[in-house]
């Protein structure tokens, strides 16, 4: 799986960090960026909550 932010999405509400930590990490910008490719199988079911609740649609998962 590979996860992708669109950055211009993005409004920096921290919840992919949260729940999805190994994934995603907000930058200096406190802008979301994916910081695991390919997503490990471990995380895949949290990079999926990570999508389902961005507030914005910004994360997009590939398989
Ligand atoms: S959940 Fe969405 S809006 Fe919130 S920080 Fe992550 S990518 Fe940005």
Known sequence: M???V?????ISC????SVC?????LDDE???V????????ENEDCAREA?????TDAIHLED
């Open 2 to 4: 590979k996860a992708i």
């Open 6 to 10: 669109d950055r211009d999405a993005c």
């Open 14 to 17: 921290g919840l992919c960090e």
């Open 21 to 25: 930590p190994d994934v995603f990490e």
């Open 30 to 32: 406190g802008i979301s």
């Open 34 to 41: 994916v910081i695991q490719d390919p997503v490990d199988e």
């Open 51 to 55: 999508e389902d609740g961005c507030p």
